[in-house]
């Protein structure tokens, strides 16, 4: 559970869980493109940290006036066997925004996102969701993006369901990309149809709705597959607002093969750089990926603004 401190004068927030200075290159980047002109955020981004964060990642975010709350680290008591993937231990954390009754919305962003510098996601910030008098009982409950479930690079350990004619990015190839890029798939479709990506969460926090999801979690977890995913998926069925695959753009959608069909550099407003390697961890002359070259453009904007500023080399 959070600890409720109020640390922003704003009652509508953009959040990033952090847990250890792995994703902290990820999250400071990410933290300079929501404020980076021509269009930045009119809301602050606050970062949710467990106990687990270092002083050097404390010290890191300090010097950047980035906001920080504690949270606890958010475990069920029996879980899947997440080694071949210890990544999703951390996720389970990344339900908190439900809780975080002293805002009215909160936006959940993953570290190892960017928002791209000609675009603005601030419009989330108005979505209409359900109310928490609703108690989780709507049809609106929260909104997102869909999970790609192609399995690209062929993880064994993915369900084997989780296949490209299951996918719901394949469904949209005949919209082309500009349809695509404005329009979402409905969530009521059924099997890995309907599956969330938990990269991005549009969430007006709930007493009720936190109890439900712990409750849930608590049940059911020894049998997800992909941590928070997995519970909203399932627990939240066809109640919840999918969203165009826009604002949480995986990065596995624009190689050739997979959903490049739907893709549009133009309309793109946030990149998810899913799966390793993450940017930071390439040299830039390395990368591969074309999309890793935007994150390092405005890595190293950040950091010559970092130096104007007289923020110390901190190595992040």
């Known amino acids: ?27 400071l980047t990410l933290a ?10 009119a809301y602050p981004l606050v970062a949710l940290y467990t106990d687990t964060l270092s002083p050097a990642g404390h010290a890191a975010l300090d010097a950047r006036s980035i906001p920080k709350q504690r949270i606890e680290y958010i475990l069920p008591s029996s879980s899947k066997d997440y080694s071949a993937d210890p990544r999703f231990y951390d996720c389970w954390s990344k339900l908190a925004p439900f809780s975080l009754t002293q805002y009215s919305r909160v936006v959940q962003l993953d570290a190892d996102m960017l928002v791209l510098p000609s675009q603005t996601m601030d419009e989330l910030m108005t979505l209409p969701l359900d109310p928490p008098s609703l108690k989780g009982s709507g049809s609106r409950v929260f909104a997102a993006g869909h999970a790609c479930v192609c399995n690209p690079l062929k993880k064994p350990h993915y369900p084997p369901d989780w296949t490209p004619q299951n996918c719901a990015f394949t469904s949209q190839h005949s919209w082309g990309a500009l349809r695509a890029s404005t329009e979402a798939i409905s969530p009521s479709a059924g099997g890995p149809l309907g599956y969330m990506n938990g990269g991005l969460q549009v969430v007006n926090p709930c007493k009720e709705i936190w109890e439900q999801i712990l409750s849930y979690m608590e049940k059911e977890a020894v049998n997800m597959d992909f941590a928070d995913q997995s519970l909203l998926s399932g627990l939240y ?6 969203l165009p695959y826009t604002y949480n753009a995986l990065k596995t959608l624009r190689w050739k093969g997979v959903h490049d069909a739907i893709w549009s550099d133009h309309h793109v407003k946030n990149v998810h ?27 190293k904007e950040r950091h010559e603004e970092e130096k104007k500023s007289g923020i110390p080399e901190d190595g992040f």
Request: glycine share 2%.
């Open 273 to 299: 750089y899913i799966l390793a390697p993450k940017p930071w961890d390439e040299k830039p002359e390395d990368a591969k990926d074309e999309s890793h070259a935007w994150w390092h453009q405005l890595n």
């Open 1 to 27: 559970m959070a600890d409720g401190e109020k640390v922003v004068d704003s009652d509508k927030v953009w959040t990033v869980l952090i847990t250890n200075e792995s994703y902290l290159p990820g999250l």
């Open 32 to 41: 300079y493109s929501l404020r980076r002109s021509p269009n930045p955020s």
């Open 237 to 242: 069925r066809d109640r919840w607002v999918p």
